[in-house]
């Protein structure tokens, strides 16, 4: 089976086969919930970091009983994959004050399903030298509680070899991306957004080694060329790829993303330094920021733009996840500033679970044929 196949259908559900391998070898699997929380120190301990998302969940009815209908529905359907025990291969689970919807959804985790390890991390929402000093210690006390827990010991030497494995899937990624930037790139969308979502689901080598023969493979594919616009897509959680496959199936083909399951976990390489922990609070708190940093506005804009300029997009669709109170909030601002740098932006209030296509589907035409239209 080819690379590509292989990844699509791997992130096809939550569980995989090689996560299964790893179990199946008495190795601990511990979920985290966002990109701010180091999967380096997870790797040093021997333990598998694996980030909770909700692909197949296709109801709530579970989650509803107990979460209220106006938080985000990522976080109902990750909650309810939990309440029907798809995530039973956890050893434990990690928090951090991300946003409230995703908090309560842990709150309610603990509730109702006996978890064996939990530890929360307090990140700053700020990047100055105090706030670094501040998740270095968080960071020192996450460290601590994984080796009480698990028996091990984490050194500087085994979180140094952890930051170049996991440095690896980054350079890996961006060289995939890379071919994205070509005029009639070779993958999809997509698949794209299959292979991201799996660097968190599976065995770090295990990821790189099939990253590497998929880059290979796909270097020497036929480009799409059946395109009518080169979009570029932002906004909430994407780790399922069925609203990405409806926008490419009308004729937008999705170049590149600022999403936290995309560049916004990886564009960034964690800084290697005498201290790892100090390295890796320092890469984190300075990376590609989220709108849980919301003094880094500009910043994010900034990215925005060059991302856009870096892959020639024709236009930004910004997936909004209902009830979102981070990205939510970040609309005005960025419709204002990217009419301001001439960029097309479609914004598309959406629910987690693939329903409403067809209203989808007539508002994308309408801003494809607005692109097209000059």
């Not at 005005?332 to 598309?348: R, V």
């Amino acid at each position: 089976m080819k690379a590509s196949e292989e990844l699509a259908e791997l992130a096809r559900s939550i569980s995989n086969s090689y996560l299964d391998d790893w179990r199946k070898q008495g190795k601990p699997v511990v979920g985290y919930i966002c990109s701010y929380i180091p999967v380096e120190i997870f790797h040093a301990a021997g333990i598998l970091p694996y980030r909770i998302g909700a692909r197949g969940c296709d109801t709530t009815t579970l989650a509803d009983a107990v979460m209220a209908p106006i938080t985000c529905s990522f976080s109902r359907c990750c909650l309810e994959l939990a309440l029907r025990g798809e995530y039973g291969f956890l050893d434990g689970l990690v928090s951090m004050n991300g946003c409230e919807n995703m908090r309560r959804m842990c709150d309610n985790w603990l509730h109702k399903i006996d978890t064996r390890f939990f530890h929360f991390i307090s990140v700053p929402h700020k990047s100055d030298e105090d706030a670094i000093e501040w998740y270095k210690e968080e960071l020192c006390m996450f460290k601590e509680s994984l080796e009480e827990f698990f028996s091990v010991t984490i050194t500087n030497e085994k979180l140094q070899n952890s930051i170049q494995v996991c440095n690896e899937s980054r350079r890996l990624l961006k060289r995939l991306y890379g071919l994205r930037k070509r005029k009639n790139p070779p993958l999809s969308g997509a698949e794209a957004q299959n292979i991201t979502v799996m660097a968190n689901a599976m065995p770090i080598e295990e990821y790189n080694r099939l990253l590497e023969r998929l880059i290979d493979e796909t270097d020497s594919r036929e480009g799409i060329t059946k395109q009518r616009a080169r979009l570029m897509v932002i906004g909430n959680p994407l780790d399922d790829s069925s609203y990405t496959r409806t926008i490419e199936e009308l004729g937008g083909l999705v170049v590149t993303d600022a999403a936290c399951f995309g560049t916004l976990s990886f564009w960034e390489p964690t800084k290697l330094a005498e201290d790892p922990v100090d390295g890796i609070a320092r890469t984190y708190l300075n990376r590609v920021p989220c709108p849980r940093m919301p003094e880094k506005q500009i910043a994010r804009l900034n990215y925005i733009k060059e991302m856009a300029e870096a892959f020639d997009v024709d236009g930004i669709i910004f997936e909004r996840m209902l009830y979102c109170n981070l990205w939510g909030g970040e609309t005005m601002s960025l419709e204002k500033d990217l009419q301001e740098l001439n960029i097309p932006l479609l914004i598309l209030d959406r629910e987690y679970i693939s329903s409403g296509l067809g209203q989808l589907r007539t508002r994308v035409q309408a801003f494809l044929e607005m692109i097209e239209g000059g």
